[in-house]
């Protein structure tokens, strides 16, 4: 509760009283506790308030700012890409999965990420791999105000040319 201080004169002198709100003239103040941070989710603080950031959300920053990275082919382990695929033809599905192949540790103020990754052919995987790091760390630092903390990048598979002819279907039997 809010205790407010008051003053009152009397006859002869002012005397100063402490009441608390319920029981004073004076307006009680309400004051609103922010709930708690909820599991999957990260809790940044600022001078009016806090904002509460969920895991899917980071995860969605990550995926995107990974595909963003030239020679990535694209996220996510075979499974996961192949339920990505049928997931992608069903109507009304919401299309790709951006968090695909993306998992994420988030607290209070900070972000683990870790990312599965089909690299392009060709690409320098070293490089490649510096290259999601440090935009997936700039997004996320940016967009959220986490600090990430690291990115662990797991190289999957490597697309080949000669991939491509085998995932298009023949339309001829």
């Known amino acids: 509760m809010r205790t407010t201080t ?3 004169s009397g ?3 002012g005397t100063t009283s402490s009441a608390t709100a319920g029981t004073s003239a004076a307006p009680a103040v309400a004051t609103r506790q922010s709930p708690a941070p909820t599991a999957g989710s990260a809790l940044v603080a600022g001078s009016h ?3 509460t950031i ?3 959300v980071v995860s969605k920053i990550a995926g995107m700012a990974a595909r963003e990275v030239s020679g990535v082919h694209s996220l996510g382990g075979g499974v996961a890409r192949a339920f990505g695929a049928i997931r992608e033809r069903i109507p009304g599905s919401g299309g790709p999965n951006v968090a695909q192949g993306v998992s994420v540790e988030v607290g209070e103020t900070q972000a683990a990420v870790d990312i599965d990754i089909v690299a392009e052919y060709g690409v320098s995987i070293a490089d490649l791999a ?17 600090e990430v903390v690291e990115v662990n990048i797991s190289v999957n ?3 080949l040319p000669s ?8 339309r001829v039997a």
């Open 6 to 8: 008051s003053s009152t």
């Open 11 to 13: 006859s002869t002198s």
């Open 49 to 51: 308030g806090r904002t």
């Open 54 to 56: 969920a895991d899917t």
């Open 130 to 146: 510096a290259g999601i790091r440090r935009n997936v760390i700039t997004s996320l630092e940016r967009m959220t105000g986490l």
């Open 157 to 159: 598979d490597v697309h």
């Open 163 to 170: 991939d491509e002819e085998a995932e298009q279907p023949s």
